[in-house]
């Protein structure tokens, strides 16, 4: 069994920290140690100025996350499981609510938490062998990383009720079609599809993503005009930046801006 540190892989890719979920024989599930390094690497990630984006993937060829360890679960009592839910929950409220965008690069089944993981990022690449569950119902259990509540924002009630109760599996299209998934490619383009949209966003000035990532999440849940209201005092504050007055200043001298986060 891979130790500890090995179950969640981390490698600098540009601008890019790209976690590798790496279980692949046990179909990447989501074990306590893995939760525990992606804990800490995440942490790595918000600190470092230098990493501009997090990919989360999966490896080997047949999964991104098949969800949680259906083994851990069975050996776990009570109030251990409650823990445990308890823990993941913070992980993925803190992962939806990430200050660098967070591009999720889908290689295979994402099913139960491994879904959920992909509906807490900002932006999904799919491979075409990508396939999206929740099959908790079949355990006799139901979905506890967000999945009732975030598929219903991301794609309405209908859809989340043929997912979770009729056991539908989206494939990549579906999930395209849906708008969840960005942008769907043959698996050996998957990684490098992600990590273009990671450079895009490397050329965006840091504290505009910051906030607008911040506006998108103020948008899934405040009144409209709540909404506005932030949306404009955050341009009031993005203005006032050493940012905003290089960028403004490269394009009319027709030059790339040099971004400092400030
Ligand atoms: N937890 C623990 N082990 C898992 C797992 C999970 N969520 N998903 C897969 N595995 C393990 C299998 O037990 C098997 O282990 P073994 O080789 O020691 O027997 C191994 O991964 C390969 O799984 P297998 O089912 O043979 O692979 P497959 O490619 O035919 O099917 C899945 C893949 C993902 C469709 C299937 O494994 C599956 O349905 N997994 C459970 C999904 C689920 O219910 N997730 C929600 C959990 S709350």
Not at 239 to 256: C, N, S
Request: include cysteine; aromatic fraction near 6%.
């Amino acid at each position: 069994m891979a130790g500890d540190d090995q179950v969640l892989l981390a490698e600098r890719r540009g601008p890019a920290l790209v976690l590798t979920f790496n279980r692949p024989d046990k179909r990447n599930a989501i074990s306590s140690a893995m939760l525990a390094q992606l804990d800490r690497r995440l942490g790595e990630a918000e600190a470092d100025p230098g990493v501009r984006a997090v990919v989360l993937t999966g490896a080997g060829p047949k999964a991104f996350v098949a969800g949680a360890d259906i083994a851990e679960y069975a050996a776990q009592d009570h109030p251990a499981f409650v823990a445990y839910q308890a823990e993941s929950r913070r992980l993925f409220s803190w992962l939806d609510a990430f200050p660098k965008p967070v591009i999720g690069a889908v290689n295979g089944y994402a099913l139960g938490g491994g879904f959920e993981l992909c509906l807490c990022c900002d932006l999904l690449v799919a491979s075409t062998s990508a396939r999206f569950g929740l099959p908790e119902g079949l355990l006799g259990l139901s979905p506890g990383g967000g999945g009732t509540q975030r598929l219903t924002r991301a794609a309405g009630p209908f859809v989340a009720a043929d997912v979770l109760l009729a056991g539908r599996r989206l494939s990549a299209e579906d999930a395209a079609r849906l708008g969840l998934v960005a942008e769907v490619v043959e698996p050996g383009r998957l990684l490098d599809a992600a990590l273009e949209r990671a450079e895009r966003v490397a050329r965006v000035a840091p504290l505009a993503v910051k906030a607008m990532l911040g506006l998108v999440r103020t948008a899934m849940e405040a009144p409209l005009e709540e909404g506005l209201a932030a949306e404009q005092a955050v341009l009031a504050g993005l203005h006032q930046t050493d940012d905003a007055a290089e960028g403004i200043a490269a394009f009319l001298e027709k030059r790339e801006p040099r971004f400092t986060g400030r």
